[in-house]
């Protein structure tokens, strides 16, 4: 099974809908983080947390809100999709006593219609 | 201007050639990560390092933290090396000046 699981993988969601992208990590990494990716750009930090109790914004948090129920479940929630937030989502988790490495799920590919 | 600058951004090479990816970064940091994507999307780790150099099998990766470059090196280089590499570099504080900054990355095709 791989270290951090997002699903789903692709999505297809039409304008307005709420949606949940989910992660989970098998890690024990208390930091967990959620990053879009659009063509031509790097990637962008939506929400990061550094443990079950903080929850921070990055750069691109509008639009975009988290929740963290547990220190392995880390999910980013569209309130009202639109199609700007067409983009590739990755989450990924790091631990600062293991020099910070990131460690990356998969991706969701979500698709705004 | 961007923090962390990648060149170049599209690379072809053919089999068996050495590469080399370029990255510039204009911040103060505690350590350097080289990524790689794969057309399927999903992203890995290569290397995180703030000083000198590291080997992993074909890949060579080093640091010059005075001049803040840092280049990745694929010697032998397979088709299977095809994928974005990214250059991402973690600022010295915490909150979310530590956290990572990434360049655009770069798109390697290695033709056989």
């Known amino acids: 099974d791989a270290d951090v699981t997002q699903t789903p993988r692709n999505r297809i969601t039409k304008t307005g809908k709420r949606i949940m992208l989910e992660c989970s990590q098998t890690?024990?990494?208390?930091?967990m983080y959620w990053y879009r990716q659009d063509p031509g750009l790097g990637l962008r930090l939506i929400y990061y947390?550094?443990?079950?109790?903080?929850?921070n914004k990055g750069e691109i948090s509008d639009g975009y809100s988290v929740s963290r129920q547990a220190q392995a479940k880390f999910s980013l929630s569209l309130e009202s999709a639109i199609p700007n937030q067409t983009a590739l989502y990755f989450c990924?988790?790091?631990?600062?006593?293991?020099?910070?490495?990131?460690?990356f799920g998969q991706g969701t590919r979500l698709t705004v219609v | 201007k961007n923090e962390v600058e990648q060149s170049p951004q599209n690379l072809t090479a053919q089999e068996g050639e050495f590469i080399t990816i370029n990255c510039s970064y204009s911040?103060?940091?505690?350590?350097l990560h080289w990524l790689q994507q794969h057309p399927g999307g999903g992203i890995v780790s290569l290397f995180m390092?703030?000083?000198g150099k590291k080997k992993h099998g074909r890949l060579i990766a080093t640091i010059n933290i005075q001049e803040k470059h840092s280049s990745l090196h694929i010697t032998a280089s397979h088709p299977r090396d095809s994928a974005v590499y990214i250059c991402?570099?973690?600022?010295?504080?915490?909150?979310?000046?530590?956290?990572?900054?990434f360049g655009k990355g770069t798109k390697l095709s290695v033709k056989p």
């Open positions: 911040v103060g940091i505690s350590a």
């Open positions: 990924a988790t790091s631990d600062p006593s293991g020099g910070r490495e990131a460690f």
């Open positions: 947390s550094f443990d079950v109790k903080d929850i």
């Open positions: 991402a570099v973690r600022g010295f504080y915490g909150g979310s000046q530590g956290n990572l900054i």
């Open positions: 890690k024990g990494h208390d930091r």
């Open positions: 390092l703030s000083s």
